[in-house]
């Protein structure tokens, strides 16, 4: 399946999802900040935290960085920011391959994209952002070690971590109780047990319950936290956007998750796929994944 279609229609999911409480803290926080407001987002994907940045109205000045280690993403990030403000009336113009500048109503962004694996790029970096973003990426790596490298990223400045995955997986209906709970506790195993190229731990399915403690450790203030919950359903039997391919390809990571596991024949773990696409086309899945955002403020 395709990834990069599938950050695309998140976009219209994670705008739901956002907790709108915690969104409304950032901009109250940042508020008075004089402009322009630095954003770092890490694991950016294609941009749609820039977008969405922008078309929110975080800051009516924005510098925003991005980074992820997927070039494709980035390519298309490019792509999306600029047909987004040509469709949106805006004015703007690229000044590299994943670079540029906008104007759209009445809010200015400066942007760039790298190509990079975060970890590398923080570590040479000598800049200072005011606000990082970490957005559908800190369930994916190991707590302790990233959120150090945040909140040296941004001294006194703000943490916006968002969709952080929390231990809860719903797909409705349940043909089969017994076989959906030992799926989805091979699915949440497989992210307890997600290693990095070099063997360390990258990723667990309880993140958001473990950010608390992690976030205090750091000695981050928790500034305010909500809910993020991803909730897609179809009315009368069709998906919003391009939301039924979000639900095709979560279908996807799931067999693609558990299938090699000794516990369930392969068998039966791709017909639990198959009759989950066939709900899809009928537009009776109903999906469900618990997630936190958080704000926080990093010691200076
Ligand atoms: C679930 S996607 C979220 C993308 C984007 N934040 C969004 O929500 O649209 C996670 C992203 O993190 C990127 N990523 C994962 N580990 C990374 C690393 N160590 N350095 C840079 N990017 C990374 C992946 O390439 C992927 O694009």
Redesign the pocket.
Known sequence: MD?LRY?DA??TV?DRALNKDVWQALVDAVAARPGPLRVL?????????LRRLWRWGLHPHLDYTG????PD?VTHGQARTLAWLRAHGGQGQATGPASGYGAWAGRTVRWQSHC??????LAQARARWDVV?????LD??HLPTWLRWLAAAAPGGWGYLT?VFDGVTVFEPVPDPDLEARLMALYHRSMDERR?ATGAP?GHSQSGRRLFAALRATGARILAVGASDWVVHATDGRYPADEAYFLAYIVETVRQAVREHPALPTATVDAWAAQRREHIAQGTLVYMAHQLDFLVRWPA
Request: glycine share 8%.
């Open positions: 990834f950050l998140k976009e994670d987002d890490l694991g950016a994907g294609a941009g749609a935290m980074v992820d280690r997927n993403a990079a694996d975060a970890a590398e790029w973003v970490a957005h559908a990426f994916l790596v969709l990095t990258a």
